[in-house]
């Protein structure tokens, strides 16, 4: 089955676009708009329906030819002058970086791309964008679409504009629900009016947390509202505009709200920030780890036989699957060679690097080159040294996995490591800030808090039951700023700092340091 081509088509199982279909509240007579019609899935269910009154636009000429509703064009650039009560679809996915040449010309010569999006963005958005445009006042667009946009900082001008236009009336949330044959996704499928009125309903939001495949059984349910084993049926109010919009319950929200009010910024600079709160990014300075480009090829388990030249080259590194909250496991040993000018120098000083690295040469050798100067990385050096100069530094520094499957899960394992030890591309890097009084160990404490947990469950850049930890989300984490006037506050500071030393050295403590951390909120 094609799944996937330059146009980034995952086709609609029919079950799922029944469903869709059947969230209309329309007549018969309504226009019916569907954008990108692949194999006429919703074509199909819509005629079904008894719906007569459709057009669909197909881009791709071996599918166009499906359907009498169908025009072989692009809907990013067909002329449409006609409004519209429905649109309704799955419309592609693909980055802007994954981008045919041809569609990133297209793009760029569309206005609502040029306002609304960036390079960051994703093909779907233009899609979103165009329809709400071709709707009529009162309108409807039913789309199913990965869940990322919803929480984005580059989605931030697409989600304002929604806003301004309207709002939702319904949104289900499918998790990691396998729905796509080829894609693991999480997805949503939204219903959005097209409206002006200030007056707004509450969002009816459906979450599916198990990660079966769909049966007409379980659509049936959800749409009428059914108790079933892992759904939960919620009301939460419309979204706001310049905010990351969050799945979750009111109550939550107001959990989440009060923890950043508790690192409200607390001086005269806060005017110069988006947010109100102190962040991470305020006090530590985050990295990612650095990439060989062949992990195994550069690990070597066994060092006794190495020369005295190989052993001072070296590296010591902590891998992400052996990280734990506050300290970590076993150490991996990575051959580290930087200054070796030529495949003789490396035979004569490195026979046994030499030796290793021969069964490795001919992958190593067709790596993704970060090129810098134009250069050729030789097969025996590192890809990248991503923030190398930063972790040269003699201090003591703060690693987490740069994804962490947070299902069952109520915590996450930021882990304090040596100034010796290193991290590869799995794992991101915190350096406490030179002007920062509280202590890393407090800093630790703080990240492994379960309030840390909720906020970034519901802020973070959450894929699924995915969250990832990169400069960005870890750096806009808010962070409870120590009061140095208060007395217990500072006593607290120093009581947290002692037990996450103690906890470090035998992983104790640690519902103590919770407890001890919870009296500063």
């Not at 006042?137 to 931030?156: R, S």
């Not at 076993?330 to 690295?357: A, G, M, Q, S, V």
Request: glycine share 4%.
């Amino acid at each position: 089955m094609k799944m996937k081509n330059k146009y980034g088509q995952y086709f609609t199982p029919k079950l799922v676009a029944e469903y869709m279909v059947s969230l209309a509240n329309l007549n018969k007579n309504s226009t019916i708009l569907e954008s990108s019609s692949g194999k006429g899935v919703f074509i199909d269910s819509l005629t079904q329906s008894g719906y007569k009154n459709i057009t669909g636009y197909e881009v791709d000429k071996e599918l166009a030819n499906n359907s009498s509703f169908v025009i072989n064009e692009s809907f990013v650039s067909a002329d449409i002058v006609k409004k519209f009560n429905l649109i309704i679809g799955n419309p592609p996915y693909i980055r802007w970086k994954n981008l045919e040449p041809e569609l990133k010309l297209e793009l760029e010569s569309h206005p609502l791309w040029s306002e609304y999006c960036n390079s960051l963005c994703d093909y779907s958005y233009i899609f979103i964008l165009k329809s709400i445009e071709l709707l009529k006042n009162g309108g409807e667009l039913i789309f199913i679409t990965p869940e990322y946009w919803l929480n984005t900082t580059h989605a931030l001008k697409l989600r304002n504009y929604m806003v301004k236009n309207g709002f939702f009336e319904q949104i289900i949330h499918f998790n990691e629900t396998k729905i796509f044959e080829s894609a693991t996704v999480s997805t949503i499928i939204f219903k959005f009016v097209k409206s002006k009125s200030l007056k707004k309903p509450k969002i009816q939001l459906t979450k599916y947390h198990l990660h079966r495949n769909l049966k007409e059984g379980v659509l049936q349910d959800i749409q009428n509202k059914t108790p079933r084993e892992g759904v939960d049926y919620l009301e939460i109010n419309q979204f706001e505009e310049n905010k990351r919009w969050v799945l979750e319950s009111e109550e939550i929200k107001s959990e989440l709200r009060y923890f950043e009010e508790c690192c409200a910024i607390k001086y005269q600079e806060k005017s110069l920030k988006l947010n109100n709160f102190q962040t991470i990014g305020d006090v530590c300075r985050v990295g990612n780890g650095m990439v060989s480009g062949m992990d195994k090829a550069f690990q070597i388990h066994n060092i006794d036989h190495l020369n005295n030249y190989e052993k001072k080259h070296l590296l010591k590194v902590v891998k992400a699957k052996n990280l734990m909250a506050y300290s970590h496991g076993e150490i991996t040993h990575y051959i580290f060679l930087k200054n070796i000018k030529n495949e003789e120098e490396l035979k004569e000083n490195c026979p046994n690097f030499y030796k290793h690295f021969s069964e490795f040469r001919p992958t190593l050798e067709k790596r993704y080159e970060y090129k810098i100067n134009g250069d050729v990385t030789p097969y025996w050096e590192w890809s990248f040294l991503r923030n190398f100069k930063l972790l040269l530094r003699d201090e003591q520094r703060i690693f987490v996995p740069c994804k962490e499957r947070i299902s069952n899960k109520n915590y996450f394992r930021f882990t304090l490591v040596e100034p010796d030890l290193f991290p590869t591309q799995d794992v991101a890097v915190l350096f406490k800030k030179e002007n920062v009084k509280e202590s890393i160990y407090y800093i630790l404490s703080f990240l492994n808090n379960k309030r840390v947990f909720k906020w970034l469950k519901a802020n973070g850049i959450v894929k699924g039951s995915i969250v990832e930890f990169s400069s960005g989300p870890i750096s806009s984490i808010p962070f409870r700023a120590i009061d140095w006037t208060n007395n217990k506050e500072v006593q607290l500071h120093n009581e947290i700092s002692e037990l996450a030393k103690k906890g470090i050295l035998n992983n104790s403590n640690l519902d103590e340091i919770d407890n001890k951390m919870n009296q500063l909120f």
